[in-house]
């Protein structure tokens, strides 16, 4: 997803960028609600993470603009007003979540997921695999995928992008947030999804150097 980051905090800034990037979003990154007033008008993006307390321009009234432009475009709000009123004015106005500060990155990473859900449709195929993003389930020939939580991260991250090379350092930090990840590790996963995947018509390339890229193999199931 194409992803407009709203924040002047400079530390959080640098951390939901990070997360975002890990995610395999492209982020455009601005610190004053003007300026970001202005990208909205003149870009299109697939989510706005917006800050209400942003110089320039209040995130609300930047949100106000993009609503009465009638563009639809998902936003996520972060706000460190927590009270119930502020909630309600924020979703009244037309965010599609709230967040509240101080929250942990892997709450907001679980957030974006949704909105990419959404974005993506409930589920994808890709030869014989159906994968249902709510559930995290997938489905080959109609039989349940057996896998553990970090064999699930991993494909996850590979189906978001399928076709796209995934850096190993990217799966690294992502299945890292479950337990401690080193880049063998990583390979050990890989491994262990080629061969519960084996009959599903869906191959795990490895890109030497780079990383891995899902895509359906040539030769089918
Ligand atoms: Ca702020």
Redesign the pocket.
Known sequence: MRVLLA???LTLQRGLRQTLCDAGHRTVVVADGEHADTLLRGESFDLVVL?L??PGLDGIVVLERLRKRRQTTPVLILSARDRTEDRVRGLDTGADDYLCKPFDLAEFEARVRTFMRRGHGASVRIGALEWYWDTRQGLVGGTMLELSKHETTALESLLQAPGKIVPKTVLARRIGDEVSAADNMVEVYIHRLRKKLAQSGVEIRTVRGLGYALRESIEGA
């Open positions: 924040e002047d905090d800050d307390g942003l």
